[in-house]
């Protein structure tokens, strides 16, 4: 399976925190479904940006994937971290092309308290990039 490639590469970029690797695993026309924002976020500029500012957010508190399940040509990655005291548990939903590039890349985040923590702090990050 692609995805299985991808995914590895996915977990090398956050180990090595390398957000300026995502030009290398996205496809051009990736679309990124944030939690917070209620439109899709089309393109590979845009999708660079909202993940490199989740990278310096997330792992810097301890973010950590429990579980993955992958198949064809998708993963669904369920995620734990703790912001100012608020466990946040959330997936990644990852959808790549025949080529191993991702076309899709959807966050789903609970609590409501957590999606609330990460809002800010993204925003926060968002406007320093």
Not at 9 to 37: N, R, T
Not at 42 to 68: I, P
Request: a positive charge; glycine letters at 6%.
């Amino acid at each position: 399976m692609i995805i299985n490639k991808t995914v590895k590469q996915w977990h090398e970029i956050l180990k090595g925190q390398s957000p300026d690797l995502l030009k290398d695993i996205l496809a051009e026309d990736v679309v990124f479904h944030s939690p917070v924002l209620h439109t899709p976020q089309k393109g590979k500029k845009l999708t660079s940006m909202y993940l490199s500012a989740a990278f310096y957010v997330l792992l810097k508190h301890g973010f950590k994937y429990k579980r993955q399940v992958l198949q064809d040509n998708q993963a669904v990655l369920e995620f734990e971290t703790e912001i100012d005291g608020i466990v946040i548990n959330g997936v990644d939903i990852i959808e790549c092309n025949n080529e191993g590039k991702i076309i899709e890349f959807k966050v789903m985040v609970r609590p409501l308290k957590g999606l609330q923590k990460l809002q800010q702090k993204m925003f926060e990050m968002l406007e320093k990039l």
